[in-house]
């Protein structure tokens, strides 16, 4: 009787196993990273286009506002992906997790760190190496290209994936408000504080201290916990959600539309009645304000349902699946299109207007995009 007990509770495990690692690839989770792809693009497009003395707020707002998800979406997908087909009832095995994580991150990361420091070295004329106190700097924070501190914050949280996988673990709804409550306090105090600010700037220059804080939004995984942990707890509960997700299309779709007129009203309300420049709002009504946290969220759900369930035309669904395949690559090398473009309109003696701005868009995603498909068309052999 104890054998045959043993023998089907091996056999539920295994099966448990089985399933768990049969779990089928979703296509959602694919066209989220091609859209946010766009969205960070969208964002470093609109950060040329804040050079001009008068930018349209409203393409500013589709540039800068509307696209702020995109980011903090990442890590939501990030974490959904690692979680979905994870068995928590089997061990952890942290070395050869990492050992496959640094392979996809982290080597890529010193290697275009490296890249961007070489090509702005020679571009703009600076040194060709920087001192080694500096060159610590820019490895630890990511600060060898604008956007590269995506990459370092990713690494924090896969060394860190024993603690996510202890609190996905042990996460109930009322222990994940009060961590949406804790993000919520945390985010506004890291963005907002005078007195942090303050502090930071009494400490000593050169400190390791004062690196480090100065530098928080570059690595400093609390600002985005929550969203990491959100994404984890729904890939283990990913029946209930996808049920959840297909009953309730309109909440998901009304709420998403209020997140983000909420963050579009705190934006305009910057700029009308507190009088900042269109630069100072964007700098303000970022995705770790509040109303931004709340559209992050919003967003993640709205695009997963809309991309899970809903109908979408077939030339949509490749369209989205090319740009979600490639948007590592778009992600990593966009900045290079960016600088080559920007001079190039120089060169022809325009300025970032309206119109200049949507073109230099589309043309800086397309460049981009082409070029990966290219190398892989000639080169199969190397995927990333």
Same mark, same amino acid.
């Given at each position: ?15 448990? @196993? ?11 989770? +694919? ?12 964002i470093h497009v609109g950060s040329q286009y804040l050079m001009n003395p008068t930018p349209n707020v409203h393409l500013v707002a589709l ?16 974490a959904f992906g690692l979680f979905y087909r994870m068995d928590l009832s089997e061990p952890f095995e942290y070395g050869k997790f990492l ?14 760190? @490296? ?9 703009? %004329? ?9 060159? @610590? +700097?820019? *490895?630890? *924070?990511?600060?060898? /290209? ?27 709804? @009322? ?21 942090? #600010? ?32 959100? %994404? ?11 049920? #959840?997700? +297909? ?46 946290? *709340? ?14 369930? %809903? /109908? ?34 120089g060169k022809l003696g325009q300025v970032m207007t309206a119109p200049n701005a949507l073109i230099f868009y589309a043309v800086t995603v ?19």
């Amino acid at each position: 009787m104890v054998k045959a007990v043993q023998v089907q509770s091996a056999c539920t495990q295994f099966n448990s @196993a089985l399933l768990t690692k049969m779990k089928p690839w979703l296509n959602s989770i +694919e066209y989220i990273r091609g859209v946010s792809m766009l969205g960070v693009v969208a964002i470093h497009v609109g950060s040329q286009y804040l050079m001009n003395p008068t930018p349209n707020v409203h393409l500013v707002a589709l540039f800068e506002i509307v696209s702020r998800f995109s980011v903090p979406i990442f890590f939501f997908v990030s974490a959904f992906g690692l979680f979905y087909r994870m068995d928590l009832s089997e061990p952890f095995e942290y070395g050869k997790f990492l050992r496959r994580r640094f392979k996809a991150v982290l080597v890529p990361y010193l290697l275009w760190s @490296a890249l961007y420091l070489l090509h702005d070295n020679l571009f703009y %004329g600076y040194a060709l190496l920087p001192a080694p106190e500096y060159a @610590a +700097e820019i *490895f630890l *924070f990511g600060l060898a /290209k604008y956007h590269l501190y995506f990459l370092v914050i990713l690494i924090w949280f896969y060394l860190l994936m024993p603690l996510w996988i202890f609190l996905v673990r042990h996460m109930t709804p @009322a222990k994940l408000f009060l961590l949406l409550a804790a993000q919520i306090l945390f985010d506004y105090w890291s963005s907002y504080s005078v007195w942090l #600010w303050q502090f930071v700037n009494a400490l000593p220059d050169g400190s390791f201290l004062k690196m480090c804080l100065q530098w928080r939004l570059n690595w400093l995984v609390l600002h985005y916990v929550f969203v990491f942990v959100l %994404g984890g707890v729904l890939a283990v509960h990913s029946q209930k959600f996808f049920a #959840w997700c +297909e009953g309730h299309k309109k909440i998901i779709s009304a709420t998403f539309l209020i997140a983000l007129i909420t963050l579009l009203a705190y934006y305009y309300f910057l700029l009308d009645v507190r009088k900042f420049s269109p630069l100072a709002a964007v700098n303000t009504a970022h995705q770790l304000s509040p109303p931004g946290i *709340f559209y992050t969220i919003a967003a993640s759900i709205f695009l997963f349902t809309l991309f899970q369930f %809903g /109908k979408l035309p077939a030339p949509l669904k490749n369209f989205l699946s090319v740009l979600g395949k490639n948007s590592y690559f778009v992600y990593l090398a966009h900045p290079l299109t960016i600088t080559y473009l920007s001079l190039g309109l120089g060169k022809l003696g325009q300025v970032m207007t309206a119109p200049n701005a949507l073109i230099f868009y589309a043309v800086t995603v397309t460049l981009t995009l082409s070029f990966k498909l290219l190398y892989q068309k000639f080169f199969p052999t190397f995927r990333r």
